[in-house]
T-cell receptor
């Protein structure tokens, strides 16, 4: 089982739709969580951090559920420019091994 | 300010040759990471530096791969005797603090390596 798992999709939605992605993680000691977006043939870019109380940035809402060990990303009023692959990232502090673990990504296509 | 800079942006090499990839992190960032991404696949962790030391090299796929960092700044990833399966985009990232902190990674544009 992978440490971080995402539904690969693809999610195909019309403009204006609301779409949500989940990401599950296996290490209960995980402490920091992020969402990145990656456009085709580009590097990943930070979309937002995920805080325990949940947080919102414009049309994007991120939530954390520690009990069930998942994070979510909600996109409201989807735009064509939201088409990308969304990666969740989990950082764990219970070992000396230092790496941020990336999910394989969920692909979103927003259509006119 | 300047972001993470990687060079070259593209590299085509013949099987069996050595290649060296360079990463200049954001100034002041203490942590530096190398990832590999094959076409259509997710990010594969290679190595992590905190300062000039590498507490985690667990992702280096073989002894043909090595990396170093000097002056708590520039890092080079060296691949010896390249193989076709080494073809991928090599991404470097830096963060202000290391793994034991809520500090996001910032990526460079990557080096696209093609081994013919």
């Amino acid at each position: 089982r992978k440490e971080v798992e995402q539904d690969p999709g693809p999610f195909n939605v019309p403009e204006g739709a609301t779409v949500a992605f989940n990401c599950t993680y296996s290490n209960s000691a995980s402490q920091s969580f992020f969402w990145y977006r990656q456009d085709c043939r580009k590097e990943p870019k930070l979309l937002m951090s995920v805080y325990s109380s949940g947080n919102e940035d414009g049309r994007f809402t991120a939530q954390l559920n520690r009990a069930s060990q998942y994070i979510s990303l909600l996109i409201r009023d989807s735009k064509l420019s939201d088409s990308a692959t969304y990666l969740c990232v989990v950082k764990s502090y219970n070992t000396n091994a230092g790496k941020s673990t990336f999910g394989d990504g969920t692909t979103l296509t927003v259509k006119p | 300010g300047a972001g993470v800079s990687q060079s070259p942006s593209n590299k085509v090499t013949e099987k069996g040759k050595d290649v060296e990839l360079r990463c200049d992190p954001i100034s002041g960032h203490t942590a530096l990471y190398w990832y590999r991404q094959r076409l259509g696949q997710g990010l594969e962790f290679l190595i992590y530096f905190q300062g000039n030391s590498a507490p985690d090299k667990s992702g280096l796929p073989s002894d043909r791969f090595s990396a170093e960092r000097t002056g708590e700044s520039v890092s080079t990833l060296t691949i010896q005797r390249t193989q076709q399966e080494d073809s991928a985009v090599y991404l470097c990232a830096s963060s202000l603090l290391g793994e034991r902190a809520h500090s996001p990674l910032h990526f460079g544009n990557g080096t696209r390596l093609t081994v013919t």
